[in-house]
């Protein structure tokens, strides 16, 4: 694919909404529009999931910190983006893990209540509004605490992030849809603390130079396709 000229939607978390870099800038959507010359729309907040939460808000006694209030899901946000785009990009699937209250579900579920089936929703969701468009999806990064059989809200989850990023792929597979495998890129492992330091160092979000890396592969990948 061409990149130069495209217009590329990016829906995600924290990491698409900037956290752990220096400047905006420095993020992987703003790095593949400057060397590739498309033109980014980065559509990222922090704290949410790919699947609705279940209990929220700020009198819920289990509500997580810094967690979104508004359970902005992704689906959710979906009618405020752009009307038109060559590619989106989905990025997502660690807050559902580290502190979504749904429940994995099943590949047969269509509702964003369980996470198979909010996975299903947002692609159907997409392919409505952008018909059109390059559909691309990102599995979630490795991560600090990824095989913890608790999540922070006390949930008990014993497939760990691995098992949400199954998902993803099982998932985008059905639909026939590219997937990039961030999963399985070494860089990003906070067990090795040297890497760590250098491209996450809270242990889940990208620095500068983990943004590069992002940068790196994802415009290879699209470029591939």
């Not at 006694?61 to 752009?82: I, L, T």
């Not at 198979?116 to 691309?136: C, D, E, S």
């Not at 014993?158 to 949400?164: E, K």
Request: proline share 5%; net charge negative.
């Amino acid at each position: 694919m061409k990149l130069q000229g495209k217009n590329i939607c990016f829906l995600g978390d924290s990491i698409t909404a900037g956290s752990g870099i220096s400047s905006m800038d420095k993020i992987y959507w703003n790095l593949l529009a400057e060397r590739e010359g498309c033109h980014s729309f980065g559509y990222g907040i922090g704290a949410t999931r790919i699947a609705s939460q279940r209990r929220y808000g700020v009198d819920n006694p289990v509500h997580a910190p810094n967690c979104d209030e508004n359970n902005e899901y992704f689906a959710s946000r979906v009618p405020a983006m752009r009307e038109e785009a060559d590619v989106v990009v989905v990025f997502g699937g660690t807050n559902d893990y580290g502190h979504g209250d749904a429940t994995l579900g099943s590949m047969s579920d269509r509702t964003p209540e369980t996470f198979y089936g909010a996975v299903h929703h947002l692609i159907l969701t997409l392919q409505a509004k952008y018909p059109k468009a390059t559909l691309v999806l990102l599995t979630p990064l490795h991560r600090c605490r990824e095989n913890e059989p608790y999540n922070s809200l006390g949930i008990r989850n014993m497939t760990g992030l691995a098992g949400y990023v199954s998902i993803i792929k099982e998932v985008g597979a059905y639909y026939g849809l590219p997937l990039l495998d961030l999963y399985a890129i070494p860089d990003f492992e906070p067990e090795n603390e040297e890497n760590r330091l250098l491209y996450m160092k809270d242990g889940l979000h990208p620095t500068d130079a983990g943004h590069e890396i992002l940068y790196r592969y994802l415009a290879a990948f699209l470029k591939a396709l």
